[in-house]
């Protein structure tokens, strides 16, 4: 009797399991979406804000039921690849996103990766978000690579211009790094600048990235007395070293920079001579901040046990894949579906409050819709956190 | 002109003490240690964990920098470079060795510590400024004196202590103080630990100022060889010199070659290339080894 009752006990508990587990047996399908960019090295922070991003939202995603694409739940699935910063590797690594026949990738970081990896994505049918600034990529016949962030060329003028109106900057000065993008972003920023009417008084003074004393580097720039000193494609890395070295020189003046920055970076690193530091960020502030976007950076906190404000910016483009493909389910491997619905994809930006889109743009800067619309949101930096300055929108 | 050599004293002072525990290690095993970069990177982490998340002072986290780098070499000579040099005696089995610990530590570094630029805050608050013909941050002239102090006692420990002596024994002829009853395997670890402590130390002291990356490990490494190269590997007196020869050529060049954008470290190199071409051995080097 003892013996009956305990194989019914044991038969029911089985069956109460099996029903329980049910819907774990019933997997969604997975969409693969790929990431090649620098996750290693001194440029490590740029790749690892936008993998840890995609990984992020990709379980949280997982963990609420999946993405609804066309009336089936996808689970998403991240594959990355660490390209080095080297533009060889890049390429490799888009080479193996076509072989895993993903059709979708965020990167490369930088400008010459993003160059080497289009032969391969155009002729493996993928569509991928560089966080690079050459127009090449972006204008035609080019048509596979979408700007994954606003190019200094969008924010520059915009951040000269108010300085200009609100501050009366008219002396600038442009320090890079030694690297491509940061001397192609000095390029283009001093060209603006000029446009604009503003004096500029020294753009030829570069530097090593592994510079560790920059007194010598910057002596040369703060002589010729700028109002403004732009931090040319400056890294994280860099960023807190070159602003405490320009204040222990004695330059009062406003320092600004074109890219995003991490705010717990230049708290240990500059302390309250960040102060006053200008940079572009994304829906960071608390006041632009949506809901959705505060439980992402709890999330992401959790997972990796610190958030990059850098992430601000980064979380987009994903949400752009998904979304786009959501609206057009057979963009799921049809690039030329997903091209054709960029040009009036339009929906609400989780990451914001208010009524802000998520949507394509490009037209003014690249005669098409090769560019993520993310807010230029212009961050100053005080005691330790982000300050809004300005909003605005890049087209 | 007081600037620039302000400027290239502080640079060469730190660029000395990194440069020293290379030269240590190349002259008691002829071993190079391409870690030696992400061990100096290894420290600064361990201070900024001590300080900056423990809150703690920030001699106790120098002192937890030289401890752990310190056993951190002691373990790899141990359980690493000493049964590969006993089993292979092609140099470059040690040389592969170096650069996989070095690929090791940034991935361990990566996991540990994270991607990001990490710094502690200012030790010293202030400027001093003498007229604006010399700027320099009191931490800088505070950092600078710790280095300057750690050499002295660098050179004492080698010149006056039984294990200073043991070790330039070794490092003279390795046979002939084993046979004087030099333990060499003894002193072998006890030198590899103190050059990793040295790393650490200098991570440890630049960390306040600097700050410290992921990727500062391989560009460090370089400049310690030039260094070496310049004052001649496996001499201390060298590695001295050639740090402060460096630190001072990089501060002239910022200032003197700057309208001509970023040549510094390219006219550094080519001045490199043509002094081994007509002394391969360095400036104290010897023609022998």
């Not at chain 1, 743009?361 to 560019?371: A, E, L, P």
């Not at chain 2, 001295?240 to 970023?262: H, R």
């Amino acid at each position: 009797m003892r013996r009956r009752s305990f194989l019914k006990t044991t038969a029911l508990a089985t069956v109460a399991s099996f029903s329980l587990l049910g819907p774990a047996f019933a997997e969604n399908p997975v969409l693969k979406i790929g990431f090649v960019g620098v996750t290693s090295g001194p440029a490590a922070a740029w790749g690892t804000s936008n993998q840890r991003s995609m990984e992020a939202r990709a379980a949280w995603i997982n963990e609420t039921g999946g993405y609804d694409i066309g009336g089936t739940k996808y689970n998403v699935e991240i594959v990355s690849f660490d390209d080095q910063k080297d533009p060889k590797r890049a390429i490799a690594g888009m080479e193996q996103m076509a072989q895993a026949k993903i059709h979708y990738v965020v990167g490369p970081n930088v400008d010459d990766g993003a160059a080497a990896v289009r032969p391969v994505a155009e002729q493996n049918n993928i569509m991928y978000f560089p966080y690079a600034f050459p127009k090449e990529l972006y204008t035609a016949p080019a048509s596979n690579a979408i700007l994954g962030m606003v190019a200094n060329y969008q924010s520059g003028p915009a951040i000269y211009k108010h300085l200009m109106d609100n501050n009366g900057v008219k002396k600038v000065a442009f320090v890079a790094a030694n690297e491509s993008d940061p001397l192609t972003q000095r390029d283009s920023g001093a060209a603006v600048a000029r446009e604009l009417g503003l004096e500029v008084v020294s753009d030829s003074v570069t530097y090593q990235v592994d510079t560790t004393d920059f007194t010598p580097v910057l002596l040369p720039v703060l002589k010729t007395g700028p109002d403004l000193l732009v931090l040319s494609g400056v890294s994280p890395a860099n960023a807190p070293q070159l602003i405490r070295s320009a204040r222990e020189l004695g330059y009062t003046g406003l320092i600004s920079t074109e890219t995003a920055q991490d705010a717990a970076v230049l708290a240990e690193g500059a302390g309250e001579l960040a102060n006053g530091f200008i940079s572009v960020g994304g829906a960071s502030t608390p006041e632009l901040a949506s809901d959705m976007m505060k439980e992402f950076v709890a999330r992401y906190t959790k997972m990796f046990g610190e958030y990059n404000d850098e992430s601000n910016t980064k979380v987009y483009a994903l949400e752009y894949i998904l979304a786009t493909i959501a609206a057009n389910p057979a963009a799921m491997d049809n690039v030329d579906a997903f091209k054709t619905t960029m040009d009036t994809f339009e929906a609400p930006n989780p990451y914001m409050v208010g009524d802000a889109k998520l949507k394509y743009v490009g037209d003014s800067s690249f005669g098409q819709k090769r560019q993520i619309s993310v807010p230029l949101v212009v961050n100053v930096f005080k005691d330790g956190v982000f300050e809004t300055m300005f909003v605005a929108q890049v087209d | 002109m007081e600037q620039i050599l302000a400027n290239g004293l502080y640079l060469g002072a730190q660029y000395a003490l990194i440069a020293l525990g290379l030269t240590l290690i190349f002259s008691l095993m002829n071993v190079l240690n391409f870690a030696h970069g992400q061990m100096y990177v290894f420290g600064g982490f361990v201070t900024y964990t001590v300080v900056a998340q423990w809150g703690l002072p920030f001699v106790v986290g120098l002192v937890a920098s030289a401890l752990i780098l310190a056993v951190m070499g002691a373990l790899i000579e141990v359980f690493l470079f000493r049964p590969v040099i006993r089993k292979s005696k092609r140099d470059e089995s040690t040389m592969l060795l170096a650069a996989g610990i070095a690929f090791f530590l940034d991935a361990a570094i990566l996991l540990l510590f994270g991607e990001k630029q990490r710094g502690v805050p200012k030790i010293v608050n202030g400027v001093f400024n003498w007229d604006f013909r010399l700027i320099m941050p009191y931490d800088r002239i505070l950092i600078f004196v710790l280095a300057i102090a750690l050499i002295v006692g660098f050179i004492a420990l080698m010149q006056y202590s039984k294990t200073g002596r043991a070790m330039r024994a070794l490092a003279q002829d390795r046979m002939a103080a084993q046979l004087m009853g030099v333990d060499v395997d003894r002193y072998s670890m006890i030198g590899f630990a103190l050059g990793a402590m040295l790393a650490g130390l200098v991570g440890g002291l630049l960390v306040t100022i600097t700050g410290i990356n992921l990727g500062m490990g391989g560009p460090t490494s370089i400049k310690a060889f030039l260094m070496i190269m310049i004052g001649g590997a496996g001499v201390i007196s060298g590695a001295i010199a050639g740090g402060f020869i460096l630190g001072m050529m990089e501060s002239v060049g910022l200032t003197v070659l700057a309208v001509y954008g970023d040549i510094t470290y390219l006219v550094i190199f080519a001045s490199l290339m043509v002094f081994l071409a007509f002394r391969p051995q360095g400036l104290m080097g010897k023609p022998w080894g």
